[in-house]
T-cell receptor
Framework: GQQLNQSPQSMFIQEGEDVSMNCTSS?????WLWYKQDPGEGPVLLIA?????ELTSNGRLTAQFGITRKDSFLNISASIPSDVGIYFC????????????FGKGTKLSVKP | EPEVTQTPSHQVTQMGQEVILRCVPI?????FYWYRQILGQKVEFLVS????????KSEIFDDQFSVERPDGSNFTLKIRSTKLEDSAMYFC????????????????FGDGTRLSIL
């Protein structure tokens, strides 16, 4: 089945540093989504990408939908302690409201 | 902002018992989903539901699982005879409130039900 490879698995950074994480797939997706999950909570949508090549920002977060539709990256600029959590990429397969295929997540730790 | 709400937040059940997990999707959404996340692993799709029927389901969603929309607001996941390996976080999600831009309306998740099978 379709799989997403998300890297890195974990990151330990200093407050104020920029962060970059990415997802790749052997399959094409029509939609890429980035979610953040805090402990004991559900995934919270950060950015949704709908067109190949699209670059979208949400505050200090920027994500891009790869031109081949097989990859996406998420950048966080000037990280702060509340950025700590697990970041998941998700590709939408099947129909336009099809199920999400999730990456394994990037666990981000920010040292004040 | 509208939210997906799930109850209970934690369910402890003996192996072999039936369990029903409940969700109230965002009120104007038309697609509903269940996902699960085994501790420390990625989120996995179980089933999607649209127009009062299952739209897609994964290999995980076997005959022990069923979904229902018993009224205009609730969406439930039933596990008929629970197994130890059913222990996980179960997330409900909803998406798409109508219109032509079906692809541009992302799924929103609830905070999950932690299911512990003893």
């Amino acid at each position: 089945g379709q799989q997403l490879n998300q890297s890195p698995q974990s990151m330990f950074i200093q407050e104020g540093e920029d962060v970059s994480m990415n997802c790749t797939s052997s399959s094409i997706f029509n939609t890429w989504l980035w979610y953040k999950q805090d402990p004991g909570e559900g995934p919270v949508l950060l950015i949704a990408l709908y067109k190949a090549g699209e670059l979208t920002s949400n505050g200090r977060l920027t994500a891009q939908f790869g031109i081949t539709r097989k990859d996406s990256f998420l950048n966080i600029s000037a990280s702060i302690p509340s950025d700590v959590g697990i970041y998941f990429c998700a590709g939408q397969g099947g129909g336009s409201q099809g199920n999400l295929i999730f990456g394994k997540g990037t666990k981000l730790s920010v040292k004040p | 902002e509208p939210e997906v709400t799930q109850t209970p937040s934690h369910q402890v059940t003996q192996m072999g018992q039936e369990v029903i997990l409940r969700c109230v999707p965002i009120s104007n959404h038309l697609y509903f989903y269940w996902y699960r996340q085994i501790l420390g692993q990625k989120v996995e799709f179980l089933v999607s539901f649209y127009n009062n029927e299952i739209s897609e389901k994964s290999e995980i969603f076997d005959d022990q699982f069923s979904v229902e929309r018993p009224d205009g607001s609730n969406f439930t996941l039933k596990i008929r005879s629970t197994k130890l390996e059913d222990s996980a976080m179960y997330f409900c999600a909803s998406g798409y409130s109508g219109g032509t831009n079906i692809g541009n309306q992302p799924q929103h998740f609830g905070d999950g039900t932690r299911l512990s099978i003893l």
